[in-house]
C-alpha cells in the first residue's frame, strides 16, 4: 500500500490551491482517509478525514476553508483548499488505514497505517 500526496506549492494569502493523493491498491483496502500537516516546529495535526460518505471532520481552523473529498474510482483523495491563510503553511499529509475509523479518532495521527511522503505547502502574506 503507497500513497503518494501531490499539489503543494508556493501561494499568496487568500489563493487556493488541491492537493491530491494517489492510492495503490484498491479502494476497499482504505477504511478511512485523512489529510494531516506539520508546520517547522510543530506537531503533526489533523486537518480532515473521511469516515463515511456523510461524515468529515475538520479541524476548527480550516472549516469552511477546505474540503476533502475522495473518488474511489480513481483510488484518489483530495484537499481543496480555499481562502489560504500564512498560517495555513506546512508540510501537508495524507494518511489512511484499511478499516473504518472511529469518529473521536479521526483526527489523530496514531490511528493511521499508510502515510503519503509530504507535500509543501507555502502561503505569503
Known amino acids: 500500500v503507497q500513497l503518494q500526496a501531490s499539489g503543494g506549492g508556493l501561494v499568496q494569502a487568500g489563493g487556493s490551491l488541491r492537493l491530491s493523493c494517489a492510492a495503490s491498491?484498491?479502494?476497499?483496502?482504505?477504511?478511512?482517509v485523512a489529510w494531516f500537516r506539520q508546520a517547522p516546529g510543530k506537531e503533526r495535526e489533523g486537518v480532515s478525514c473521511i469516515i463515511s460518505s456523510s461524515r468529515s471532520p475538520y479541524a476548527d481552523s480550516v472549516k469552511g476553508r477546505f474540503t476533502i473529498s475522495r473518488d474511489n474510482a480513481k483510488n484518489m483523495m483530495y484537499l481543496q483548499m480555499n481562502s489560504l491563510k500564512p498560517e495555513d503553511t506546512a508540510v501537508y499529509y495524507c494518511a489512511a488505514r484499511s478499516t473504518r475509523i472511529v469518529y473521536f479518532m479521526c483526527l489523530d495521527p496514531s490511528s493511521y497505517t499508510y502515510w503519503g511522503q509530504g507535500t509543501q505547502v507555502t502561503v505569503s502574506s
Open positions: 491498491g484498491a479502494a476497499s483496502d482504505y477504511g478511512s
